[in-house]
Each structure stands twice: as structure tokens, then as C-alpha cells.
């Protein structure tokens, strides 16, 4: 890359390619320089749930840039806050009862953790552990990487995290094995939280795991005093075809993080539900009980009014419809190439869907396969980006048939040039 003053995340800048440049985006397709057009199959890293420039979403930034734009959260209160917490409140569980803001999906994990930790020590018991799972990605903060996947991405790093016990990823032939070693751990008595991406692992390649296995390590957490802590920054948001992940399950976690599809996809916003327990463990007469957390932009009133505007969308009927007629593609679609010689495997969980690759020999994140097939959908007017050798989609739900056939074609005229 020549003469560039943006240092790109996730980039080898020595030996990338030039940078896709995208000057304007209406819906899901975005236009370079040249007018040429890309469908946004990956919605632009999960966030622009309902599409680009959506008016509603606009009108309503618009309107509170006039009324108030930013105003300290600490000992203030404006109204576009409390709506969005109120709000968020009616579409969670009655168990939850406070949200706290943050500016994006790693800071509202740090704050989930903070939560959990300093929950048990307000408490005096001695809980200082936590569980995660193998393959876990929950962002790029210091703590977020602690209790994510290590390897490649921060073994520079990887001296000053903390300790984390990682359970195996549960699969139809470990998940026993794995529940048992669950239980073995959280018997000791010693652990504050177990953390997960319910039911679909993202970065690890949309990963998908047994609800029963989720439903069974929720119980044996429970029983044992151990917090359950749900990321669903990615799953949130109508992505796996209910509005949270959670809402599948018969039990809840006692803290939520939420993020990016949460404003719409316009605006940075992080938040972390709790439930009273969760809450009441901060409430002293002394000061050094409290959570003293907070960031310069939390409860942004403009990136509020955006996530109140993008929850008046999911309450139309018709958001709804268009997230269903995506699941009933996808699902035609997999079963259409699941069949595929090049093809080792496809995965759906609503919205998503993901197409791995075989291959011999590479696999992961940094497989050939995946900027040959980069280079190939951008080729075609799609911008994707693969997870190593798992080609996936998650469109804006706004995606007409027509884009979303386009994709499926490009995907499979892909899967027949390996051939
Ligand atoms: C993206 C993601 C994060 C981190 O969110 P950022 O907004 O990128 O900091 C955390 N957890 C999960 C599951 C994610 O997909």
C-alpha cells in the first residue's frame, strides 16, 4: 500500500492490496470512486442491520443533534438515555434491570467483567476465576483478549493476560466430556463467571454449538454460583432470527453485552445489561463499592436516538418478515450446494450463513483461500470477507431476493472455479 496516513485495522500494510474505496452507500450496496457498486454481504462487520442512509435513523440523529448533542452521563440524565435503557429493558428479561453504556462491543465486555469481579468482591467471597470457551472472540481490549482464542492474533501480547479457564468447544462427540469438566471446575467454588457467544462463535468461523449443550452448562453455572455472562454483540439483533440469542433459551444469563448492530449501525454504542442481583452487590454507603467505570462519550445522546430509532424499526412487523424471508433463503440455498465436492461444510443459524471450504492443507485465518476469494466477490460486486476458508453472509436486512440470489450465484460460481 503507497502513501497512506490510515494505518488499517487487521492489515499487513507491507503487503495488502489497495484499499477499496467507498465514497457513498445507499441500503446494502455501497459505490467506489467510480460509481461501481458492492452489495454489503457482511454488513459492514454486522452493524448496519437495516441497511445504509436509512431515513428514519437519519431524521432522528438529525433531531437530537438540534435538541442536545452530548452531555456528560455522571450525575445527568437526558432523555434519549433513559428511553434507550427503558427501552431495552421491555425486550430483555423481567430479571434484568439496569443497563450501563459504554462506546462499543469490547468496552461493554470490559464492563461485563468488572461487573462480575467487583460483584464478588463487594461480596468478600473469594471468586477470582472465570471460564471461557475455546475458539471465544469477545473483542480487542486487553480483558477481551484475555478471554478470547490465543494464538496468532495477540501473542505479543499474550504474557500480560490474565488467567482464563478454557473449556473445549462442545461438539456432538465431546460435549459430555466437556459438561464434566465444566462441572469439575465450577464445584471448586472458585470461579466469578463463565462468558460465552450463545449458540455461534464468530470470528472462530461461525462456529455453531447445541442449544441443549448452552441449556446444560447455564444449570450446572447456576447450581454452582457461577455468573453467566452472554456476549451477543454479534448475535444480537435479529442475527440468528430472534431479537437476542437468549430468547431461545429457558433460562437466563445474569448480564447481556450489546453492540453493534444496536444504533443501526451508524453510530458506536456499547451496553451491558444486568440483572438487580448483579447490581445490588454495588450498593454501600462506601464510595469504593460503586462502579467507578465510565468513558468521555458514554450515553452519547446522538448515538441513543440512533439505537431508539433503529428499535422503533425492529418493532415493525415488517422488519420481522424481512428476517424471516433471509432464513428461508438461506436455508434453500443450503441445501442447494451443502452437497458441493468443494464444499466441507454449511452452517446456518437465521441470518448468518456459512459456507466452509475444503481444503488440505492451510486452514484459518490466514488461508490463501480466503484472499482469493476476497478478491474474487469484489470481482463480482460483493464485498465479503471470508473467515479464512468460511465464506459467510450476514446481510443488511433490507437485502432484496434479487442482491441475495446475486450472492448465492457468486458463491457458487466460486465453489465451481475450485473444481
Ligand atoms: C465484534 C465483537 C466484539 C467486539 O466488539 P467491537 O465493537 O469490535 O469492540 C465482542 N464480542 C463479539 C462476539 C463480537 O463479535
Redesign the pocket.
Known sequence: MKNQSIWFPFTQMKTADEPLKIVRAKDTVLYDEEGKEYIDANSS???NVHGHGNKHIGDAIYEQFQKLDHVLLAGVEHPKAKELADRILTKVDSSFTKVFFS???????EVALKMVFQFWFNREEPKRRIIALDG??????FG?MSIGQRGYFNRPFEHLFFDVDFLDFPTELNQLEVLQNAKRLMETGEFAAIIL?PLI???AGMRTYDLDFLEEVMTLAKRNNVKIIF?????GWGRTGQLFTMDYLTQMPDIV?L??GLTGGVL?L?LTVATDEIFNAFLDDEKSKALLHGHSFTGSAIACAAACASLDIFEKEETWQRISQIVQWHSGFKSKIHEHSAVFSVRQLGTILAVEINEKEQTGYFSTIRDQAYRYFLDHGILLRPLGNVLFLNPPYCITEEELAKCYAVIESFLDSLR
Open positions: 462487520w454486522w452493524v462506546d462499543d462491543g469490547s468496552t461493554a465486555v471465544a472472540y469477545h473483542g480487542d481490549t477481551a457467544e462463535q464468530g470470528s456476549d451477543e454483540v454479534m448475535t453485552c453492540s453493534k458506536p456499547g
